[in-house]
């Protein structure tokens, strides 16, 4: 069976410090979360690939639209919630590895290369 890999080029994520909102204590994804999770989906639903259903290697290069200072990691759990939205990976607890790196800007909106590989 041949191995599933998923190539996406996304827009950049939302930041954690905007995806959440709280009412309360309950957390809710705020209306650029969900803007977010609903473009992700129909990007990879446009793209035609099948999902990833095990675990996953995940690399991604960040092409920030400007030179704002950016946490890494800080867009790492907008990104992986919206792919289990896609249904491009069944749950994020599923990704066993990650490979991550700040590329240069990319004007005007920059972006995000995404590779997605089953691991068996």
């Known amino acids: 069976m041949e191995e599933a890999l998923i190539s996406l080029e ?3 994520p939302v930041s ?10 309950a957390p ?5 979360g ?13 793209s035609g690939q099948r999902p990833v259903t095990g675990s996953a290697a995940v690399t991604m ?20 919630d919206a792919l289990v939205y ?5 749950d994020d607890s599923l990704i066993v590895e990650i490979h991550a790196r700040k590329r240069e800007v990319m004007k005007p909106a920059g972006m995000v290369h995404l590779l997605i590989r089953e691991v068996r």
């Open 10 to 12: 996304l827009p950049v």
């Open 16 to 25: 954690e410090n905007r995806y959440r909102r709280f009412i309360g204590k």
């Open 28 to 32: 809710l994804i705020s209306r650029a």
């Open 34 to 46: 969900r803007r977010y999770r609903e473009t992700v989906r129909n990007l990879f639903l446009a």
């Open 61 to 80: 290069e960040f092409y920030p639209p400007d030179r704002l200072r950016r946490d890494l990691d800080n867009l790492f759990k907008s990104l992986f």
């Open 86 to 90: 896609a249904g491009a990976i069944r």
